[in-house]
């Protein structure tokens, strides 16, 4: 949380200059800088493993993560920019037309960026960010990899009435969990493994596989119950896996009218024996 907001301690760092005079950098190295300190207390858990930390951050966090990313300092293994970026508007899909300098500001930071931020990052923006519109996002990424970033963008398609509420919203995470997940696994970073779920997906029906598949794609706390004999039901974005767990095996036995059993907590299946799946030749 930033400095300022929420129960976040400091006055809010949020000066960027006007239009005319834009100052992106300097807000975007405030933030960077609480962020590198943040790390640093970190490092100092003794279950902390530096070695493998990953930065991500959403709208103007997502560009502060790439402020944090440039720094010689700083030593990540990656870095997930959603939707990131700083600007100034008339409202939703109406830019200001006296802001184009402050744009262009924040068009050459990322270019500043992409000269030392070289560890893979991933970028994530839908079609119809109010705020960081396609042409804009290929700007930034030109710059960014032009002066040497490592960067995989993936624009996904219009989301709701607005894709910049996508990283907060239930749905918006289906769309993005999966690029996150594949990311990770590309680059030798731990998620879960999709191999742990083999042996319940191969005892399910087509029916209840797509309802396992859906419930990978949402965000924690979480948790599947299956039913005695048949069904795959599930409750997600819970305050506790303890609420996951109780309301999962509850919506179960209220939907198949039978005996139900957790097959998985967050990522993690729960060891059953599965009965063999017969072949006959």
Request: proline share 7%; glycine share 10%; aromatic share 8%.
């Given at each position: 949380?930033?400095?300022?907001?929420?129960?976040?301690?400091?006055?809010?760092?949020?000066?960027?200059?006007?239009?005319?005079?834009?100052?992106?950098?300097?807000?975007?190295?405030?933030?960077?800088?609480?962020?590198?300190?943040?790390?640093?207390?970190?490092?100092?858990?003794?279950?902390?493993?530096?070695?493998?930390?990953?930065?991500?951050?959403?709208?103007?966090?997502?560009?502060?993560?790439m402020d944090l990313a440039a720094r010689p300092s700083v030593r990540l293994s990656a870095v997930v920019n959603v939707s990131g970026g700083?600007?100034?508007?008339?409202?939703?899909?109406?830019?200001?037309?006296?802001?184009?300098?402050?744009?262009?500001?924040?068009?050459?930071?990322?270019?500043?960026?992409?000269?030392?931020?070289?560890?893979?990052?991933?970028?994530?923006?839908?079609e119809n960010d109010s705020w960081f519109r396609p042409g804009l996002v290929g700007r930034m990424r030109a710059a960014f990899t032009g002066?040497?970033g490592n960067t995989h963008l993936v624009m996904l398609p219009p989301f709701q009435g607005d894709g910049h509420t996508m990283f907060f919203?239930?749905?918006?995470?289906?769309?993005?969990?999966?690029?996150?997940?594949?990311?990770?696994?590309?680059?030798?970073?731990?998620?879960?493994?999709?191999?742990?779920?083999?042996?319940?997906?191969?005892?399910?029906?087509?029916?209840?596989?797509?309802?396992?598949?859906?419930?990978?794609?949402?965000?924690?706390?979480?948790?599947?119950?299956?039913?005695?004999?048949?069904?795959?039901?599930?409750?997600?974005?819970?305050?506790?896996?303890?609420?996951?767990?109780?309301?999962?095996?509850?919506?179960?036995?209220?939907?198949?009218?039978?005996?139900?059993?957790?097959?998985?907590?967050?990522?993690?299946?729960?060891?059953?024996?599965?009965?063999?799946?017969?072949?006959?030749?």
């Open positions: 949380m930033r400095r300022g907001y929420g129960n976040s301690d400091g006055n809010i760092a949020d000066d960027a200059g006007t239009c005319k005079a834009p100052e992106v950098g300097r807000y975007l190295d405030a933030h960077g800088d609480d962020l590198e300190s943040a790390l640093r207390s970190i490092a100092k858990r003794p279950d902390a493993d530096m070695s493998r930390v990953v930065a991500i951050g959403d709208s103007a966090g997502g560009a502060a993560v700083l600007g100034r508007r008339l409202g939703p899909f109406r830019p200001d037309p006296a802001c184009s300098p402050y744009d262009s500001d924040l068009v050459w930071n990322f270019a500043r960026f992409g000269s030392t931020a070289h560890m893979p990052s991933l970028w994530l923006y839908a002066s040497g919203a239930p749905g918006g995470r289906q769309l993005l969990l999966p690029e996150l997940d594949g990311f990770l696994r590309a680059n030798g970073l731990p998620t879960w493994n999709e191999v742990d779920f083999a042996p319940l997906l191969a005892h399910l029906s087509p029916q209840d596989r797509e309802s396992v598949e859906a419930y990978l794609r949402m965000p924690t706390e979480k948790a599947l119950a299956v039913g005695s004999e048949s069904g795959a039901y599930w409750r997600e974005g819970e305050r506790t896996i303890g609420d996951a767990r109780t309301k999962a095996l509850a919506y179960c036995r209220e939907q198949t009218k039978t005996e139900c059993s957790l097959a998985a907590e967050n990522f993690d299946p729960v060891i059953q024996r599965y009965p063999e799946v017969r072949t006959d030749h």
